[in-house]
């Protein structure tokens, strides 16, 4: 029981770990290219909610510091300064990823890792 | 195949049963209330530390700046990786565009959109924004702008030549700045310590060496973003 209480007082936790495992799952089990690099983004997504959350302090405002100096509590920068060279990585990752598939789908005619694998072990 | 399955059914259980009990152990919400002492460094000190109000761009650009460079690299090795794959595709003929309607429209809100992404980049170090965010807005224009009107006046407005240059240039920019700090005595990527003036906390021109890197990121996300779209559509449909 002290697991489900202490996921239900870490409701971000518990989101993301579901977000994890629904991209864990699309890229195991569909074998559609296209699909899998869908998957690793909603997995990527879970990590950068789990890592930003980590920083979120309740009542806490973004942390720009205001002109006139008022005391307000700031929210963690740290891990939002992380999670944002994350979803830089991120985007990287996903471009080249889908121009690679671009350039399967033109040797192959097709975008199917199944069908692919049949190819090329005909092939051999 | 049915192997595979129960394969990966088993997989996720256990994986699922491990990260829900370690991330129950963490304190919860209620409990945080960030004192550790890097945390509280950067709050009470930031500003004073680097003269940007943005705490998250006082972080990226002074205190993890040599970080932020090697993610520009990446960003750079994957605009190069996808360029070169795409290097030899011929450009494709038929793209004119959409209809009167949506050119004209696109018209009236093109430079409004340049407008806010120069507006996010530039006001990176004071308010929400940076060069990252504001470099994807600003590559945004150049996509609507090769949906819109084709990739044939896109490529007249824009030659992939100058916008591969653009990127060079801007992380040489980068370097320059990173640079600055070793000349004057201090050390790689130092910021107000090297002698980049301060400012007055708020204005534009403040907060030392942090606004002319977030330039030169957004000009390079930019210019990299739109080489990503561009060498990924022009080639020919099968």
Redesign the interface.
């Known amino acids: 029981m002290?697991?489900?209480?202490?996921?239900i007082?870490?409701y971000?936790?518990?989101a993301s770990?579901v977000i994890?495992?629904i991209g864990?799952?699309v890229m195991?089990?569909h074998s559609n290219l296209i699909k899998k690099i869908m998957g690793m983004n909603i997995m990527e997504t879970g990590i950068f909610l789990?890592v930003v959350?980590?920083?979120?302090?309740?009542g806490?405002s973004?942390?720009?510091?205001?002109?006139d100096g008022r005391g307000v509590?700031?929210?963690?920068?740290?891990p939002?300064?992380l999670i944002?060279?994350g979803?830089?990585?991120g985007?990287?990752?996903t471009?080249?990823a889908?121009?690679?598939v671009?350039?399967l789908?033109?040797y192959y005619?097709t975008t199917d890792s199944d069908e692919i694998m049949e190819m090329r072990r005909r092939e051999r | 195949m049915k192997l595979h399955r129960i394969g990966v059914a088993i997989l996720i259980v256990i994986l699922s049963v491990t990260l829900a009990g370690a991330l129950a152990e963490l304190p919860s919400v209620e409990q945080r209330t960030s004192t550790s002492q890097l945390t509280r460094r950067v709050i009470d000190g930031g500003l004073q530390d680097t003269g940007a109000l943005n705490l998250v761009s006082a972080v990226l650009f002074d205190y993890r700046a040599f970080d932020t460079l090697g993610e520009a690299t990446v960003i750079f090795a994957a605009v190069a990786g996808v360029v070169m794959l795409f290097y030899q595709a011929p450009l494709h003929p038929s793209s004119i565009g959409l209809s009167m309607l949506a050119k004209r429209s696109l018209d009236s809100i093109g430079p409004f959109v340049f407008l806010a992404g120069m507006y996010v980049v530039l006001y990176g170090h004071i308010s929400p924004g940076g060069g990252f965010q504001g470099g994807v807005i600003l590559a945004t224009l150049t996509i609507l702008i090769s949906i819109v009107y084709g990739l044939e006046t896109e490529r007249r407005l824009l030659d992939p030549t100058f916008k591969t240059t653009l990127e060079s240039s801007a992380a040489l920019l980068f370097m320059v700045i990173a640079f600055g700090g070793i000349l004057t005595g201090e050390y790689f990527l130092s910021n107000l310590s090297a002698g980049f003036p301060r400012g007055e906390a708020g204005s534009l021109l403040s907060a030392g060496s942090l606004a002319p890197l977030n330039a030169a990121i957004g000009l390079k996300v930019g210019a990299g973003l739109a080489l990503i779209f561009y060498s990924m559509v022009k080639r020919e449909p099968e």
């Open positions: 002290n697991i489900i209480s202490g996921l007082q870490n971000f936790y518990f770990i994890f495992l864990t799952h195991l089990t789990f959350s980590i920083g979120y302090i309740r806490g973004a942390p720009i510091v205001p002109i509590r700031f929210i963690n920068p740290l939002s300064a944002l060279t979803i830089v990585v985007v990287s990752l471009a080249f889908l121009s690679l671009i350039e789908y033109k005619g």
